[in-house]
């Protein structure tokens, strides 16, 4: 019998959860709506850097969901050879020396395909860099995403119906949760995702499930297209860098809300170029310095402690919801723990250390 499932979102863990669900039942007719498409900036997954990796902060539980994730990408690009994403090694330093020999160890006794390299093993692998640090995190196997165009590749695999309206809350009628109100009118469902990142505590206020999340920013700048001479994502500890498979360098740097007006935005993301030049041999051909196509500021999606919150939300068994941070590299599996709920499949618990928040109100029965 068809179950009719609404995600609301069109960024990476919509489009991940759309396309597992399909993959799941051809009884699930599911309809993503959301105001904005992964394709704009203003929301988390059009300003991502795209980096799927397992690295983690001595949280073992977590460093595992991860590299599942990790795992799942493999999968995806295994099975849809033509969407922009690819496999690829990176180079990390942006740690403490003494703290990268000790992750390495302790990473790869857990499995992860990493190794400590010295300078000389990161001009080995890296000879186009000029200043290349003392000691760096060497990981085969990660994966680039270009997030922004993969939401709507993986959106439209699914085959779900895209509609952009604004969802100005949940319907609850007896306690029950039976649909949403967009501003092109209500739409009833058996199911409800919420995969709405910072529009996710306005959404639960409308039942009266208070949510709260905290946000920071990042500044990713886009250079226009250039020969292909970088194949290793690199994380510093001031900008991280990787080219995109259309040759254009995606750059990230620190963000200072406070202190950077929209004036100088250009020039931080110049400076940011500037010290990217310095750092590499790079073919810029005539030009003098890398050439900006644009540059986003990104709104981080954090979650109160840090880690995602992924799972049904209180008392209502057909409303789930995911928010997190690293969402790109989590994506895959929190679609396949998504798809599981709705398919009445229980997890074990280990494989999913973080549930949504219990809710702080009784259900308000509107
Ligand atoms: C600068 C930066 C760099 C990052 N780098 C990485 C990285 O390298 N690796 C990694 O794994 N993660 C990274 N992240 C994090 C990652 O991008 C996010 O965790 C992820 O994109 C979150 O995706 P999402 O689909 O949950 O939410 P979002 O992409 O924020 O999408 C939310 C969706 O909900 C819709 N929506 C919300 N409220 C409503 C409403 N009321 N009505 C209708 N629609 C609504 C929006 O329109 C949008 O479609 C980075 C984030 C930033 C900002």
Avoid at 1 to 23: H, K, P
Avoid at 156 to 172: M, R
């Amino acid at each position: 019998m068809t179950q009719n499932i609404i995600i609301i979102g069109q960024g990476i863990n919509a489009a991940c959860t759309a396309l597992e669900l399909s993959r799941r039942s051809s009884d699930f007719a599911i309809t993503m709506i959301a105001d904005h498409r992964a394709t704009n900036g203003a929301i988390a997954s059009g300003a991502s850097w795209g980096w799927v990796n397992a690295h983690t902060d001595h949280n073992e539980a977590y460093y595992r969901f991860r590299n599942s994730s990790r795992a799942l990408w493999h999968g995806l690009i295994w099975d849809y050879p033509q969407i922009s994403a690819r496999i690829q090694s990176s180079v990390v330093f942006d740690l403490p020396p003494e703290d990268i020999e000790n992750t390495a160890v302790e990473h790869a006794a857990w499995g992860y395909p990493v190794t400590a390299v010295s300078r000389t093993g990161v001009e080995t692998i890296l000879p186009q860099f000029r200043t290349p640090p003392d000691a760096a995190l060497f990981t085969k196997g990660e994966v680039a995403v270009e997030t922004e165009i993969v939401a709507g590749e993986l959106a439209a695999l699914s085959g779900a119906t895209q509609i952009t309206a604004h969802v100005h809350g949940l319907i609850q009628e007896g306690g029950k949760l039976r649909g949403v109100m967009t501003d092109a009118g209500p739409q009833t469902a058996d199911h409800i995702i919420l995969a709405a990142g910072h529009g996710t505590p306005a959404l639960l206020g409308t039942i009266g499930i208070a949510y709260d999340l905290d946000q920071s920013f990042g500044l990713l700048v886009r250079t226009k297209p250039m020969m292909h001479w970088l194949d290793t994502m690199i994380m510093g500890p001031d900008y991280h860098i990787r080219q995109c498979i259309d040759g254009s360098l995606l750059i990230g740097g620190t963000f200072d809300a406070n202190n950077d007006t929209s004036r100088n935005v250009l020039d931080t993301a110049q400076n940011l170029c500037r010290r990217v030049e310095a750092n590499f041999d790079m073919p810029l051909g005539r030009q003098e310095h890398l050439e900006i196509a644009r540059f986003s500021i990104g709104k981080r999606v954090l979650p109160k402690g840090g880690l995602p919150h992924i799972g049904p939300v209180g008392h209502h068994p057909n409303l789930f919801a995911m928010a997190m941070h690293g969402g790109v590299t989590n994506a895959p599996l929190a679609a396949t723990v998504c798809a599981d709920h709705i398919m009445g499949l229980q997890r074990r618990p280990e494989t999913l250390p973080f549930t949504f928040p219990p809710l702080e109100k009784e259900p308000s029965h509107v």
